[in-house]
């Protein structure tokens, strides 16, 4: 029994030991990428291919699931706000709701999900076939051409899908109240607009997008790097960038939104 | 993938985000044209701000006509000094009332400027004399049983 | 400049608590084809890496061209690398790019030639190598034996002093294994480089390198010219040249005695 109990603690430790390792490598990680940065500006191509992977290919996933998160936030904020007369607030329910938590939130987890993962898979898989090697002997920084132009494309790439699932998301919203259900439009609106403001509201939401780009992006470009030179490593990396990122981008939503709308 | 055709993507998409973000900006918030224009700043005390807070708007007949600046308490005349900051295209008298009202039965508190018939206009800088504070829900019970007990006196 | 363009020195190298070289001396001269060779998992690869400082030793150096390779810093180390090309074993080609792409890629890096300049040294660098009608193709549609021709071709782009290679022949078939011991040796000669080979194969091996240098234990077991070895009466020589199933590297593995083992 207690043997079983200093095992538990003992793995608790070293995992505690383990996050606070990864927290300063990816720290490390971080600095060189900057440190390394001048090349993704200077020969803007490479951050450019990079944005189309990881943004634009992901557009089709924010678009869509933006739709459809709009539409049942309209369908169930309806419902509920009927029970107290006042369905013409879905506007503001709809709007508040995705601007400020799940226009960044969703958007971050889709996006480590699809582009986190294909960063990770693709740097891990040239790790194994010796492809990052090869290019430190060539004395080509990997971090330079490989890490940093990702990075910023990343950077970049999330707070602009973030705001287009928030747009996307209204509109499903508008979709399902007002042409669906039929609530008035201007109601609709109107009460919106009142109700949203610019700095509080909207403006945080971009923050928060761009905190979660951060975040996801660097998970996934560290997965990457340290992962075993195995098939059964890169895959297991790819999970960890999922589940990591997940993780932290709704431990720093909890943070961020407590600064931020209390 | 040739380049030309991944720039113009790459361009379609920064397009797209921007025009998420003005979007957002015009038909779902509030950022009006009152936020970009000049403003002349005035002050007012009260007793009790009650609920208002910085950028909160501040209304003449309904309209948005400017918003809260800053709101500070003076410690030695122990009252409350609000910044209000007015659209430059709106002038008002130098008797115009400031009272603060809430939006809604438990909606945000804002700032209503009532124009008085002064001849003279407020400049910036100005003070307005005229102000109504916020109503403290349990100052309004206590009036009430206060006002109800002297009733029931009076009956004896 | 000496006669030796790199020279290992004393070198003790582990990559956890064991280590995996102990006190190493080699010597590679100028213009010369040298091979290491030993074992499976005796070192051979990291030499090459200690020698393009990818590795630091535990004690000990490594001198290239005069300069102790892990004392470098970035700029040194990045000038030291310019001078080598290694062929890594499956190629490690960059396989988002064309094969043209792949051999032009050390000179867009590190040259400021003109396209049409590099058009014709990447044609020039893959006629050498007998894949320029391929210069079109992804790494993915190659054999692996073309993939390494390519790779060569690369590692050649900025006409090295120093050419390593990790196991070139691992893995061909008896004419793509011909070819790379021609290109090999040509390419050594004509470019008045100095080659190092990593591999196993004894009979390819000994056909064209001047020198060779066989690791075992940690240490250097033997070494010599192929006519030197091929007399050698090293017993750990004799194993390895002649392909013997045992002798001082054992066939069976550590093991309690087989009575205790079987459940007899």
């Known amino acids: 029994m ?5 095992n538990f603690l003992e793995k608790l430790g070293a995992s505690f030991r383990g996050t606070l390792f990864g927290l300063g490598s990816g720290a490390r990680l971080f600095f060189l990428t900057i440190i390394y940065s001048s090349d993704s500006f200077k020969r803007f191509n490479l951050t450019i291919k990079e944005i189309y992977f990881t943004g634009v290919l992901s557009l089709v996933i924010i678009v869509v699931s933006a739709f459809f998160v709009g539409m049942v936030l309209g369908l169930q904020g309806y419902y509920t706000l009927e029970k107290y007369g006042s369905s013409e607030a879905i506007g503001v329910l709809v709007a508040l ?12 987890l889709l996006f480590a999900g699809r582009a986190g993962t294909a960063i990770t898979a693709e740097i891990g898989l040239m ?15 990997p971090i330079a051409r490989i890490v940093a132009p990702r990075f910023w494309a990343g950077m970049i790439s999330m707070p602009i899908l973030a705001t287009v699932f928030s747009m996307v998301g209204i509109l499903g919203g508008y979709f399902i109240a007002v042409l669906v259900i039929g609530v008035d439009d201007g109601a609709f609106w109107s009460q919106m607009q009142a109700n949203v403001d610019f700095h509080n509201d909207i403006v945080d939401g971009a923050i928060k997008s761009v905190v979660f780009g951060f975040t996801c992006t660097l998970i996934a470009l560290y997965q990457g790097l340290v992962a075993p030179p195995t098939a059964e490593g890169v895959s297991r990396a790819t999970t960890k960038t999922v589940v990591i990122s997940s993780l932290s981008v709704l431990g720093l939503d909890f943070v961020l939104t407590s600064f931020m709308f209390v | 993938m040739e380049r030309v055709k991944l720039d113009i993507w790459v361009g379609i998409f920064v397009a797209l985000g921007i025009i998420a973000m003005f979007y957002l900006a015009t038909r779902v918030g509030n950022l009006t044209s009152n936020d970009v224009n000049e403003t002349y700043e005035v002050k007012a005390y009260f007793e009790n701000i009650g609920g208002l807070k910085p950028r909160a708007a501040v209304k003449a007949s309904g309209v948005v006509v400017g918003r809260i600046g800053s709101i500070k308490f003076d410690s030695e005349a122990f009252h409350a000094v609000v910044k209000i900051n007015i659209d430059d295209r709106y002038s008002f008298p ?3 009332f400031a009272n603060i009202y809430t939006a809604g039965l438990l909606g945000e508190q804002y700032l209503a400027l009532e124009a008085g018939g002064d001849d003279v206009n407020l400049k910036a800088g100005d003070l307005i004399q005229h102000t109504q504070d916020a109503v403290v829900l349990e100052k309004l019970i206590s009036q009430f049983l206060y006002n109800s007990a002297g009733d029931d006196k009076g009956k004896d | 400049m000496g006669e030796n363009l790199i020279s290992i020195n004393n070198l003790s190298f582990g ?13 590679f001269n100028r213009g010369k084809v040298s091979a290491i060779m030993g074992g499976s998992g005796c070192g051979k690869t990291t030499i090459l890496r200690l020698i393009g400082g ?4 535990n004690s000990g150096n490594v001198i290239v061209d005069g300069k102790v ?6 700029e040194e180390l990045h000038s030291i690398r310019r001078k080598m090309g290694m062929l890594f074993q499956h ?43 391929a210069h079109k193709k992804m790494p993915a549609e190659l054999s692996g034996g073309m993939a390494r021709r390519v790779a060569l071709a690369r590692a050649i782009a900025l006409d090295p002093d120093i050419i390593m290679y990790d196991e070139p022949f691992a893995g061909l078939d008896p004419i793509s294994m011909a070819v790379i011991c021609d290109l090999i040796r040509s390419l050594n000669d004509a470019l008045g480089a100095t080659s190092i080979i990593v591999t196993h194969d004894v009979a390819e091996t000994f056909s064209f390198a001047d020198y060779i240098y066989f690791l075992a234990d940690g240490g250097v077991a033997a070494e010599g010219s192929p006519k030197q070895l091929l007399t050698s009466k090293l017993p750990f020589v004799k194993q390895f040249i002649h392909s013997e199933k045992d002798g001082p590297v054992p066939f069976h593995t550590e093991a309690p005695s087989y009575r205790s083992d079987l459940s007899l």
């Open chain 3, 54 to 57: 990818q590795l630091k030793p």
């Open chain 3, 91 to 133: 190629g490690a080609l960059f396989t988002d790019l064309s094969v043209y792409e792949n051999v032009a890629f050390p000179m867009r890096e590190h040259t400021d030639l003109p396209e049409s300049v590099i058009k014709d040294l990447v044609l020039l660098k893959l006629n050498a190598v007998g894949l320029r009608g």
């Open chain 1, 97 to 108: 709701a995705l601007v400020r938590e799940l226009g960044p939130v969703v958007t971050a």
């Open chain 3, 69 to 74: 390779v892990h004392e470098q810093g970035r």
């Open chain 1, 127 to 141: 790790k194994t076939t010796e492809q990052l090697s090869a290019m430190e002997m060539m004395a080509v920084s």
């Open chain 1, 2 to 6: 207690m043997n079983n109990i200093l």
């Open chain 2, 94 to 96: 130098k008797d115009t």
């Open chain 3, 15 to 27: 990559y956890d608590k064991e280590l995996l070289h102990k006190n190493i001396n080699m010597q």
